[in-house]
C-alpha cells in the first residue's frame, strides 16, 4: 500500500510558477512509476507528466513549462510549473503505478493522493 500526499499548490498570476511536491509513504518509489493528472471542473482528469527512473513524459500541453521529477532518497516526487496560464486551473493529484514504465492512463495507476489546487488567475 502506498499513500500520497501533495502540497504546493495555490493561487499564482498568468505567467508565474509553482512547485507542487507529492510525499509518498509505504513503500520505496525507487522502481515505481510516478504521475501528475489534474482535473478541472467539469472536465476529465487528464495526464500532465510522468517519470520512470530517469525518463519522463509530458502532455503536450505542458510540455517545455512543466518538470517533473523525483528524489527516490526521500520518496518525493515534484512538479515545477513555470510560465502558467489560466487554462492550468485545476486540481493536481499525485499517482503511483507500480508496474513501472511510462504511462499516461489514468486506469493505469493504483494509488493517488488527495489532490492540491492551483489557480491561475489575476
Known amino acids: 500500500q502506498v499513500q500520497l500526499v501533495e502540497s504546493g499548490g495555490g493561487l499564482v498570476q498568468p505567467g508565474g510558477s509553482l512547485n507542487l511536491s507529492c510525499a509518498a509513504s509505504?513503500?520505496?518509489?525507487?522502481?515505481?512509476?510516478m504521475g501528475w493528472f489534474r482535473q478541472a471542473p467539469g472536465k476529465e482528469r487528464e495526464f500532465v507528466a510522468t517519470?520512470?527512473?530517469?525518463?519522463?513524459s509530458y502532455a503536450d500541453s505542458v510540455k517545455g513549462r512543466f518538470t517533473i521529477s523525483k528524489d527516490n532518497a526521500k520518496n518525493m516526487v515534484y512538479l515545477q510549473m513555470n510560465s502558467l496560464k489560466p487554462e492550468d486551473t485545476a486540481v493536481y493529484y499525485c499517482?503511483?503505478?507500480?508496474?513501472?514504465?511510462?504511462?499516461?492512463?489514468?486506469?493505469?495507476?493504483?494509488?493517488w493522493g488527495q489532490g492540491t489546487q492551483v489557480t491561475v488567475s489575476s
Open positions: 517519470i520512470f527512473w530517469s525518463r519522463t
Open positions: 509505504g513503500r520505496t518509489l525507487i522502481t515505481y512509476t
Open positions: 499517482a503511483v503505478d507500480p508496474r513501472g514504465s511510462l504511462r499516461s492512463k489514468t486506469y493505469e495507476y493504483d494509488y
